[in-house]
């Protein structure tokens, strides 16, 4: 069951805003997307949302935004200030660790202390079994997912933007905790977070035809619409090779949650970056109850 402090959104204004497998936390003017399954399994989990913060990413002196990464576009102090809110929402001591991504498909071990302490090493997923320890990665469009074996203790936390899913970045993500922690596939729940939908994620000539390459059923992921472009479902890409990489479909959970519809919720790189110059970074995270 969902901690006291969970409310789940009954509002019909506010509940399309979250689908039945996630609720909303709230603290404050503090808001996270938290997949309850994944929690049920034994793994604090959560997506962040723009809200409840000190930045000012629209650079109109409205500040109330929870950026939490992305030190070149925003005040250090800033950020660790909204990395403390955000951490707040999870019960107990926890330390956080992320990796400088590149949107390649690297997958990280986190086995120690000092692991989890180096965050400029570049990959775009993390791995782990360590108690007290949050993994997360950082997006702002991109998809992020988080992975849990309940059997194991192990965890995962990944980026695939296009150029991960195109990677197969959840695939590799999957194996190497079968690798490293003779986790199975069929025990692990995976939540699909708030991300560019294919309502709205347009791409050109160069992505589609990388995806082709890569898939022989590329195409059920396209929606054409115009020459040489299509919407692309990066969530259906992702879920899709969980299930083929051993996930059972009843425990990959998706978001319906898309952060180019919803900039008053979450920062959207494709829609705030060409109107505002920058903007700011969600946080995806997961670890062991």
């Known amino acids: 069951m969902p901690p006291p402090n969970a409310v789940d959104l009954l509002d019909p204004q506010r509940r399309i805003l979250t689908d039945s497998d996630f609720y909303w936390r709230e603290q404050g003017e503090l808001k996270l997307l938290v997949c309850r399954p994944l929690e049920d399994a034994g793994f604090v989990n959560g997506f962040s949302t723009r809200l409840g913060g000190v930045s000012d990413m629209r650079g ?20 660790e200030e909204n990395r403390r809110r955000f951490l707040s929402l999870f019960a107990g001591e926890r330390q956080l660790t992320t990796a400088w991504q590149v949107h390649g ?8 202390p000092e692991a989890a302490a180096a965050t400029e090493e570049r990959f775009d997923s993390l791995i ?54 003779g986790a199975n596939p069929a ?25 082709t390459e ?15 472009h299509a919407l692309i479902d990066l969530h259906a890409a992702n879920r899709d090779q969980l299930i083929a990489v051993g996930l059972a479909p009843e425990n990959t959970f998706a978001s319906s949650l898309c952060t180019m519809e919803q900039t008053d919720i979450f920062f959207s790189y494709r829609v705030e970056k060409k109107k505002y110059g920058r903007t700011g970074r969600l946080m995806s995270v997961i670890g062991r109850i």
Request: hydrophobic share 40%.
């Open 60 to 79: 109109d002196g409205s500040s109330g935004d929870l950026n939490l990464a992305g030190y070149d576009e925003d005040l250090t102090e800033n950020i």
């Open 105 to 112: 498909d690297g997958v990280k071990l986190v086995d120690s």
């Open 128 to 181: 782990s079994d360590m108690p007290g320890l949050l993994l997360g990665v950082k997006t702002a469009d991109c998809v992020p997912v988080l992975i849990g074996d309940p059997r194991t203790g192990s965890f995962a936390a990944v980026h695939a933007g296009w150029r991960g899913t195109v990677q197969s970045i959840v695939a590799k993500a999957v194996e190497k905790m079968v690798e490293t922690f």
């Open 187 to 211: 025990d692990m729940i995976a939540a699909i977070g708030p991300a560019a939908c294919g309502r709205n994620y347009e791409i050109g000539e160069d992505v589609i035809a990388e995806f």
């Open 214 to 228: 890569s898939f022989a059923d590329a195409e059920k992921y396209f929606t054409s619409t115009r020459p040489g």
